[in-house]
């Protein structure tokens, strides 16, 4: 089977990872999910304009309801 990747809807988007200051990561498990456990780190689309940094810590709120005054971002790649 071959997939048209230019014909797939694309936007660019952003994951975080959420470490405590223990060290420990944050990792969801989907409710969604129709076979078995499905894991994942928040993450989501950038809105047409915004910022990464506003759209990472967006998609961390909608995801964990960790708010940005509770994390700091550490690096970026």
Known sequence: MTI???GLPYRPCVG???VNAEGKV???RR???QEGD???MPQ???DAD???HAAAFRE???ETGVGQGLATILATV
Do not use: K, S
């Open 26 to 28: 944050f990792v969801g």
């Open 44 to 46: 989501g689309g950038i």
């Open 38 to 40: 499905r894991w994942q």
């Open 31 to 33: 409710i969604d999910a």
């Open 50 to 52: 915004e910022d990464l």
């Open 4 to 6: 048209d990747l230019a």
């Open 60 to 62: 961390l709120e909608e």
């Open 16 to 18: 975080v990872m959420l």
